[in-house]
C-alpha cells in the first residue's frame, strides 16, 4: 500500500496550492481519508477529512479556506488550500483508514508534502 503526496511548496500569503494524495494497493473507495499537518515543534492535527460516502468535516482553522475532494475512480483525495496564512506552514500528511464496526483493521499514512507559506 502507498499513499503519495505532491503539491507541496512556496507560496506567498494569501495564495493557493492544491495537495494530491493518490493511493495504491488497497480498495481506495472503503476507505475514509484525512489531511493532517504538522508545524516544526508541534503535535500533528487534523485539516480535514472525507467519509467513503464523501462527507467532509473541516478543523475550525481551515473552514471556508481548504476544500477536501476525492475520486475513488482516480484514487485520489485533494486538498485545495486557498487564502493561506504563515501558519499553515507545515508538513501535510494523507491518512487513509479502513473502519469497521467502530475498529479500525487498516491505517496508512503517506510520505507527506511541505506547505511554506511566506509573508
Known amino acids: 500500500v502507498q499513499l503519495v503526496e505532491s503539491g507541496g511548496g512556496l507560496v506567498q500569503t494569501g495564495g493557493s496550492l492544491r495537495l494530491s494524495c493518490v493511493a495504491s494497493?488497497?480498495?481506495?473507495?472503503?476507505?475514509?481519508v484525512g489531511w493532517y499537518r504538522q508545524a516544526p515543534g508541534k503535535q500533528r492535527e487534523l485539516v480535514a477529512s472525507i467519509s467513503q460516502d464523501g462527507s467532509t468535516n473541516y478543523a475550525n482553522f481551515v473552514k471556508d479556506r481548504f476544500t477536501i475532494s476525492r475520486d475513488n475512480a482516480e484514487n485520489t483525495v485533494w486538498l485545495q488550500m486557498n487564502s493561506l496564512k504563515t501558519e499553515d506552514t507545515a508538513v501535510y500528511y494523507c491518512?487513509?483508514?479502513?473502519?469497521?464496526?467502530?475498529?479500525?483493521?487498516?491505517?496508512?499514512w503517506g510520505q507527506g508534502t511541505r506547505v511554506t507559506v511566506s509573508s
Open positions: 494497493g488497497l480498495t481506495f473507495s472503503i476507505y475514509g
Open positions: 491518512r487513509a483508514r479502513y473502519q469497521a464496526h467502530g475498529t479500525t483493521r487498516s491505517d496508512y
